[in-house]
């Protein structure tokens, strides 16, 4: 395993809904509440706090927060603690929640693969992130670390036939439910869509046991993603 030099950092992916009982509010309450839950998203908890939404992408999904961060899980609770505590959190259902830590690949080779060794993300966010978690068989492991590496060094050059799309691989190995989270950055959805179709032919993919739910997310910023959610409540008042 590759020599650890630098913090590991902490991620969580919390994806909110809006509850029934919010269509209930008049418009000048959910103004206010979305007024509120923007500030909230605006003061930051952890150097790396963005925001999405998926809006019509997702049927279980309204808008995502990602956060990053190297001092551990404290920050990812102080948000939900303020989420919940503003008017807008009456009406929030945590609809999926990850959580993850970075560490090196086993399968990066510093001199030949400085990118995915890196685990670097955009500094400033690229315009669409696509997540979901993953589990591998119990067959993966059962292959010696020279077999993974003639694997992965296949799956990997697939992705390098698509250099605007940056992976972030991280890893939940007992803290969560899933094994890796993997969140791609992008430009383009089709390229990630052409990307995902290829590594499908890759012999790696047969040791994927669950690859789902997965969330096509659009950065927005927290007064961006409040004025999205305002219109469309107001398209729900008679």
Sequence with gaps: MPEEQEPREYFRWAFYRFAESWRALDASSRSGALDELAAVLEEKVAPWQLCY???GL?????????????VGVAPFQELERRIRSCA???HLALAHNFISMTKPSPYARKEIDPEREAL???PDGAPYVFVYPMVKTRAWYALTAEERGKLMREHVAVGQKYPKIRINTSYSYGIDDQEFVVAFEGDDPAEFLDLVHDLRYTLASEYTLRDTPMFT????????LADEFRVGAAAFTG
């Design 53 to 55: 939404s998926l809006a």
């Design 58 to 70: 997702r049927a279980d999904v309204d808008f995502a927060v990602w956060l990053k961060t190297t």
């Design 120 to 122: 670097r993300a955009y």
């Design 217 to 224: 997310c659009v950065l927005r910023s927290p007064r961006a």
């Design 88 to 90: 807008a959190g009456d």
